[in-house]
């Protein structure tokens, strides 16, 4: 009992992820600075930005469902840090494991974009609606073709287990045999996070914030805190399943802070799509290749 108080509150959910979340994000936006010849955020901004939101009044608009208003935050937070539990979080074995976990820690990671598109339709703020449409579209873009390149592993492994999937790959890389499963669930990660180029959801030079325009004070904070672990469990998640699985704590840890380093180039070098041409890449690009590499898993077999 106390061994699971201890999973879920301190590490590797709880506290561990919501620092790494904060550490992860303040590295992402300094990166983005240096890379455009600016100075960037100090090592404290994402901590005092979301303890300043923490503090702040949270501001009902008019007319939404209080209930509704405040249960989304909450449930993607909820999403995020349970999901937490089923990934090898700092290189080290999930704190719980169960047949199917991957697919589950897959529908849960969902639930952040799923929020965000819902609390945005709470409002009739136009900005809120046109970011709210903008990212439930686009989370049906990208969504299948990221679940697909997740899986890939899964098929070669033959197990829907994390654990039994890494453990079946013995260390090797399967960036190697399935190089478009790992572009795609890249390119997906960026995507569920809405970070360049597929940001259009909270353009803020044409809709402000997008879907959480009207958000703010706790609300907003746990939305923000909530992208930021995602970031982390959607590393953890490519490495361990592209990269030659778990190994030790620190070559995990390089592992996942290269990944960070290539999502913030292709950031820094990415201008946004329109939301048209992001559904576009998604279903004639990016779905079509991935099937092709997973019919070749299917007839090859285990690889």
């Known amino acids: 009992m106390l061994d699971d108080l201890f999973a879920l509150l301190v590490f590797p959910g709880g506290l561990f992820v919501v620092v790494c979340g904060l550490v992860y994000m303040w590295l992402n936006r300094k990166l983005i600075a240096r890379l455009q010849n600016r100075i960037g955020p100090r090592w404290f901004q994402p901590a005092a930005d979301t303890m300043k939101l923490l503090g702040n009044e949270e501001i009902m608009p008019a007319g939404v469902d209080p209930v509704l208003f405040h249960l989304f935050p909450l449930l993607a937070a909820a999403g995020a840090l349970t999901a937490a539990l089923y990934v090898p979080l ?16 897959i529908t849960l990671l969902g639930l952040l974009t799923l929020m965000t598109g819902l609390a945005g339709s709470l409002s009739a703020d136009r900005f809120a609606l046109v970011g709210a449409n903008r990212t439930l579209t686009q989370l049906f873009s990208y969504e ?37 499963g790992f572009v795609v669930a890249i390119l997906g990660l960026l995507g569920k996070l809405e970070l360049h180029p597929f940001d259009a959801p909270e353009a803020n030079t044409e809709i402000v914030a997008g879907a959480l325009t009207e958000y703010s004070g706790r609300g907003l904070a746990l939305f923000y805190l909530s992208r930021g672990i995602e970031l982390v469990i959607g590393l953890t998640l490519v490495s361990a399943l592209y990269l030659g699985g778990i190994g030790s704590p620190l070559a995990f840890l390089a592992k996942t802070l290269g990944l960070l380093l290539g999502i913030t180039l292709i950031e820094a070098l990415m201008t946004r799509l329109r939301i048209d041409q992001t559904v576009s890449l998604w279903w004639r690009l990016m779905s079509v290749a991935v099937l092709v590499q997973l019919l070749i898993v299917v007839i090859v077999g285990r690889i």
């Open 90 to 105: 700092g290189g080290v074995n999930p704190a719980f494991s169960f047949e199917g976990d991957l697919i589950v820690t």
């Open 144 to 180: 299948v073709p990221f679940l697909l390149a997740l899986l890939g592993p899964a098929l070669a492994a033959g197990s829907w287990q994390l654990q039994e999937i890494l453990a079946s790959h013995g260390g090797r890389w399967l960036l190697i045999m399935q190089p478009i």
